[in-house]
């Protein structure tokens, strides 16, 4: 894991920002994430809804200022309240006889919720700097219609390759679930983040517990060893900074070729854990792919889903390799690689 971050070019914020985040922790923080927060949200395993922290704001503030502190002396939180409820929703058209077929997602007490979304209100402004463009997931100004609009682009766009092109959608098992907490944290200290933005980080994944809800019937509580909680304000902050690494490794490996549009060279596109790869001459760079894939999986926890993940070709020379021909998905979108007169490629998913 070392030495593979080491090779890296990761980006790291300047001793200003990172003196900043490192500040302690102030009264109106809190005050003002547990105004920001959204209502009618449920409530955890303690059964207090953010609407009660935001009715009593005046009074509970400050007790939830002088907790945290305490907690963050000891380097732990008191178990109660690093407790979740896992919810599992049902995915569009699953077989519900499979737990693959679930997302789970994590009901956390409003407390935790509170101070996770004061830790992401800081790292928020800092992240444009060091997470690439490539990436439009969650990231503040950026939006998912640009990674839309650049596909398109490629698409239609004519090519003066000789070469066979071909766009390769990676699709991650359970991305978020298999986050490995030591990886993580390794993977802030090279972005330049400080020990106590760290810690307080590291506070959230000191011994959480959940138990899993099932109708009226909960679980006992068990531990969590990995993984960033879907329902944490944090979460996908971090998530963003944990695959980060990849996106590199991929843009910057001399034995993979993106596709040129306009002079300019395409590789890696992201949104979240969807990732597309734009790759020219796939039969010479599909080893490499697969030996980056996996060594970075091998402390990272990131795992490919071999059956979810398609390739397809956007010129005849790539149609020879593959031929496939059906229409993938991409964020809300259908694509097809079809051109026909008053022919739209794509449909929005309402």
Request: charged share 20%; aromatic share 10%; net charge positive.
């Amino acid at each position: 894991m070392e030495s593979f971050l080491h090779n890296l070019n990761i980006p790291t914020i300047n001793t200003s920002i990172q003196e900043t985040l490192d500040e302690p922790l102030r009264l109106d923080e809190i005050t003002t994430c547990i105004g920001l927060m959204q209502c009618n949200k449920a409530p955890g395993p303690d059964g207090f809804p953010l609407d009660f922290y935001k009715k009593f704001s005046v009074q509970l503030a400050p007790l939830l200022f002088d907790m945290y502190k305490e907690s963050f002396e000891h380097g732990f939180l008191p178990t109660s309240l690093n407790q979740a409820s896992i919810s599992l929703l049902l995915k569009k058209n699953k077989d519900p006889t499979l737990c693959s077929s679930y997302r789970p997602i994590s009901l956390l007490n409003a407390d935790v919720k509170i101070l996770a979304k004061v830790l992401a209100k800081r790292i928020d402004v800092c992240l444009p700097n060091i997470i690439s463009e490539d990436q439009t997931g969650f990231i503040r100004g950026r939006q998912m219609s640009s990674n839309i609009r650049r596909l398109l682009n490629i698409l239609f766009s004519p090519s003066l390759s000789t070469k066979s092109e071909m766009i390769i959608s990676l699709d991650a098992e359970k991305a978020f679930d298999r986050v490995e907490w030591n990886y993580l944290f390794t993977a802030l200290k090279k972005f330049g983040f400080g020990n106590n933005i760290i810690s307080w980080i590291r506070l959230l994944y000191t011994a959480p517990s959940a138990s899993v809800k099932t109708n009226a019937d909960s679980s006992s509580f068990f531990p969590l060893f990995r993984g960033t909680r879907q329902g944490c304000p944090l979460s996908p902050l971090l998530f963003a900074l944990a695959i980060e690494p990849l996106s590199i490794t991929l843009k910057t490996s001399p034995s993979i070729c993106g596709i040129h549009r306009g002079g300019t060279e395409h590789r890696v596109s992201l949104y979240a854990d969807d990732l597309l790869l734009y790759v020219q001459d796939p039969v010479g760079c599909v080893n490499e792919i697969m030996h980056l894939l996996d060594t970075f999986g091998s402390f990272s926890g990131y795992k490919l889903n071999f059956t979810k993940s398609e390739c397809f070709p956007i010129n005849d020379m790539a149609k020879k390799i593959s031929k496939s021909a059906l229409p993938f998905s991409f964020l809300p979108c259908r694509v097809s690689i079809f051109r026909r007169k008053h022919f739209i490629p794509f449909q929005f998913s309402v």
